[in-house]
């Protein structure tokens, strides 16, 4: 399927030229087994360099024709935004002693080698914190806390020719944008009755998990990541003001575009919920207790 980026990832390609993308390929860990502790892992498959001309090339820039594995991506996709380094990736973090609990092994992570440098990462990270904040993965925005992703729509190939209407639609998403902790890969096959793009039936589902992350990891909210672009279908937000030390009047124009709970007596906001400063959607219920100056 071309999307709007394909073309411009052809043109990456054909820069680069067959030994350099296939380089690189190689040492984000495509095409060879990660080291999982599962039994069974694919090394998924990829065109031999020697056999690439220019339509390969192009395809293989863009992830057509080529096959890979989730847990290669999820490694592939780490290391090119946690500042450049391919890790072996594990599913058990540690053995403990039935009886007592007591630590007998703990896995600590191993690093393979250095794919790019930390500045280049750092680019990365800008470019799929804009993916979500103004591009195809606005579904999996989370305000107040900065996520990056990207949204990918792969046509389903049966006896080596591409079907029609039959996609595996994905999300790959990460939190925060700048700092990772977590990243979370979604694919849906073959999914019926909606539009076909991972950015529409992926992102949402990402952006769920991320959310349940957030609570898990207790992860702090930010207001210093890209303000999303909204369009007029979306529930518009916007960063709440404080208005503790305000009277009622002045309280109540301030926050005209939000609903108002008022608590206590008197004519000065002393108390405000939800906190100021953060993203709050419009037409939210502010709670505001009221006492004397």
Known sequence: ML???????????????????????????????????????????????????????????????????????????????????LYTPYIVGAFLESE????????????????????????????????????????????????????GTAQKVENGSYLDGNYILSFMGFLPADDPEIVVYVAIDNPKGVTQYGGVVSAPIARNVML?????????PRVDGMAKEYTWLDKKYSILPNVVGMSKEEATKTLKNYKIEYTGSGDTVIYMSPNAGYYVAEGETIMLMLGDS
Do not use: C, H, W
């Not at 990462?121 to 992703?149: D, H, P």
């Not at 349940?212 to 992860?219: N, P």
């Open 212 to 220: 349940s992350a957030i609570d898990i990891l207790d992860i702090e």
């Open 100 to 151: 007592t609990g007591s630590l007998i092994s703990k896995i600590e992570p191993e690093a393979i080698r250095q794919v790019i440098s930390e500045e280049t990462s750092s680019l990365v990270r800008y470019a799929l914190e804009s993916v979500v904040a103004n591009g195809s993965g606005k579904n999996a925005y989370i305000e107040n806390y900065r996520v990056g992703g990207k949204t």
């Open 3 to 85: 999307t709007q980026s394909n073309p411009g990832f052809v043109r990456i390609g054909q820069t680069l030229g067959v030994d350099t993308l296939m380089n690189y390929i190689d040492l984000y860990g495509f095409g060879e087994e990660t080291g999982i502790d599962l039994n069974g892992e694919s090394t998924g498959i990829l065109f031999e360099t020697s056999a690439m001309g220019p339509v390969e090339l192009a395809t293989t820039s863009f992830g057509q024709g080529i096959s890979v594995t989730p847990i290669q991506q999820i490694r592939a996709v780490s290391a090119a935004i946690n500042g450049g380094t």
